[in-house]
């Protein structure tokens, strides 16, 4: 068992408090390193679960990893699992046209805009707590969003799956730092978890029943909870406080800027609720980097910006998504659509989309650090690039196998 120091492990004794270098990671090296400041955080204030990654036993590091990583499966399942199921969808809830969409742009922008708070929350409270309560949401909201009578039920309800899965993933990731403190041990631990992902994706597209998740989520819930290693909530001295105004305005604005978007490309952008809801919304979004600003603990303080790798990272990561969910959409209803192929058929053709992320994932979690991080990302990008004029080549329904299949696979190589 490796005797790696955690970051708490690590940390010094500066005047009966412990300081600590900022754990937000850089290209280059720790950016509070740079700035010559360190977070002191009082010594009773430390998780004492830190120091358990030491003493858990290989079986049980399987089991936590497997519960970790069975969260992410199921996130990236249920994310991909309506995207065959649109049409049919549609059909039978009778969708205006041009709205279907929210079935995926709900969940998706609920996931994105709790992410700030649920890693907040995952800090007042423990990431344990929060990942739990979040496997169990995407769970139990399977039934109610399988069982919609009617388009706003199953937007409303897909929306709130959203917010569980914007809980599991900031606590995920906590919690592989925290039992996984080793490099080698932790690249690992993450391959593995993004591989899990990817198998979501291959079953998520081909299965895509709602009914599945709740049967399967709810027990993986409760089994997590006496899985993880027990914890003890963070005393409340030092804690901060959760931005609920710049959560709202946030996820208010970007709501009504998806809305704006999508309504106008029906062909209403002269229309009075478009222009208004795009309007408001950028005033929201503006509220929100002002509130930033103003309040006391902002749940995305403005500082992050001056950290010289937060803006590519932060478009890098719109990327990822950009080519993932859009592309695989895209390509569903090009089969379905345009090439008349069936739902399953159609869910077929995308499996070599998650196949190649299934078998590179772990090589590259295995290799990567051998190789310059700035070159990895710089050739994902390009490849993803690649695999996105593939697909626009592919005009006619015999290029799958010379267009399609290879864009996938170029595109998913190193993303």
């Known amino acids: 068992m490796s005797t790696a120091t ?3 492990q690590s940390a010094v004794e500066t005047n009966g408090e412990r300081v600590h270098p900022s754990s937000c990671p850089t290209l280059v090296g720790d950016h509070d390193a740079e700035k010559g400041s360190a977070k002191k955080i009082p010594s009773e204030a430390l998780d004492v679960n830190v120091t358990e990654s030491t003493l858990l036993t290989p079986l049980r590091k399987i089991l936590i990893l497997s519960v970790l990583s069975a969260a992410q499966f199921f996130d990236i399942f249920n994310a991909v699992a309506s995207i065959v199921s649109l049409p049919q969808i549609s059909e039978e809830l009778n969708f205006k046209p041009g709205t279907i969409q929210w079935i995926l742009s709900g969940y998706t922008l609920t996931f994105a805009s709790f992410m700030l708070v649920a890693g907040r929350i995952a800090d007042i409270l423990h990431p344990k707590l929060v990942f739990t309560a979040g496997f169990l949401v995407i769970g139990i909201l ?11 039920m199953a937007v409303i309800f897909r929306a709130l799956q959203g917010i569980g899965a914007a809980m599991n993933v900031p606590s995920a990731m906590a919690l592989i730092s925290t039992y996984f403190p080793d490099a080698d041990q932790r690249s690992r631990a993450y391959a593995i978890y993004g ?6 994706n291959v079953l998520g597209v081909v299965i895509g029943v709602f009914y599945l998740l709740a049967i399967a989520m709810s027990p993986l819930a409760v089994a997590s909870w006496y899985i993880l290693p027990a914890h003890r909530t963070p005393p409340s001295t030092g804690r901060k406080s959760v931005d609920w105004p710049g959560v709202f ?3 208010a604005g970007l709501t009504l800027f998806v809305f704006a978007v999508t309504e106008g490309s029906a062909g209403s952008w002269k229309t009075a609720r478009v222009i208004f809801t795009l309007v408001l919304s950028i005033v929201l979004l503006t509220a929100f980097l002002v509130i930033e600003r103003l309040v006391k603990d902002p749940a995305f303080p403005t500082r992050t910006w001056s950290n010289k790798n937060f803006t590519p990272w932060f478009f890098y990561a719109w990327s990822i998504y950009w080519f993932l969910f859009v592309s695989e959409m895209q390509l569903v209803q090009i089969f379905n659509t345009l090439w008349h192929e069936s739902a399953l058929s159609s869910a077929v053709r995308c499996i070599p989309m998650g196949l190649t992320a299934i078998i590179v994932s772990p090589l590259v979690g295995a290799y990567a650090p051998r190789f310059s991080r700035r070159l990895l990302l710089m050739g994902g990008q390009i490849m993803s690039a690649v695999g996105v ?6 005009d006619t329904r015999d290029k799958y196998w010379s267009h399609v299949v290879p864009g996938m696979i170029v595109g998913m190589i190193l993303l």
Do not use: E
Request: glycine letters at 10%.
């Open 6 to 8: 955690t970051p708490a």
């Open 142 to 152: 399977s039934i109610p969003v399988g069982a919609s009578v009617n388009p706003i």
């Open 195 to 200: 591989a899990s992902g990817a198998v979501g």
């Open 249 to 251: 305005s946030l996820t």
């Open 389 to 394: 004029v593939l697909f626009a080549l592919a």
